[in-house]
Nanobody, 124 residues
Framework: QVQLVESGGGLVQAGGSLRLSCAAS????????MGWFRQAPGKEREFVTS????????YYADSVKGRFTISRDNAKNTVYLQMDSLKPEDTADYYC?????????????????WGQGTQVTVSI
């Protein structure tokens, strides 16, 4: 089992930045792809970004490409999401997750473990 705890969410004005962290415990995540998803009120959970175990490859949703950056520190068992140039439409609960090892990196049902989420609100 892996426990994931997200932090760093909050209220920010449009154009601002936030850095989310996802700390893992229970077992190491160094060999797993990690992803960030978000879910806005009344909407389905959507893929934001993911990173391979060795940081060699990263993937982004078109809506965040060029504004968000995913990174990881395997020594700290932690994944980060740097969010710049935030827009009101980025408002959502943000979740990190551990990929199960098989399947589409953008599909939530391919992820085995999830954090409880952290809320991000971007005001106009």
């Amino acid at each position: 089992q892996v426990q994931l705890v997200e932090s760093g969410g909050g209220l920010v004005q449009a154009g601002g930045s936030l850095r989310l962290s996802c700390a893992a415990s229970g077992r190491t995540i160094t060999s797993f792809m990690m992803g960030w998803f978000r879910q806005a009120p009344g909407k389905e959970r959507e893929f934001v970004t993911s990173i391979t175990w060795n940081s060699a490859s990263t993937y982004y949703a078109d809506s965040v490409k060029g504004r968000f950056t995913i990174s990881r520190d395997n020594a700290k068992n932690t994944v980060y999401l740097q969010m710049d140039s935030l827009k009101p439409e980025d408002t959502a609960d943000y979740y990190c997750a551990v990929h199960g090892g098989i399947g589409n990196y953008a599909s939530p049902d391919r992820y085995a473990f999830w954090g409880q989420g952290t809320q991000v609100t971007v005001s106009i």
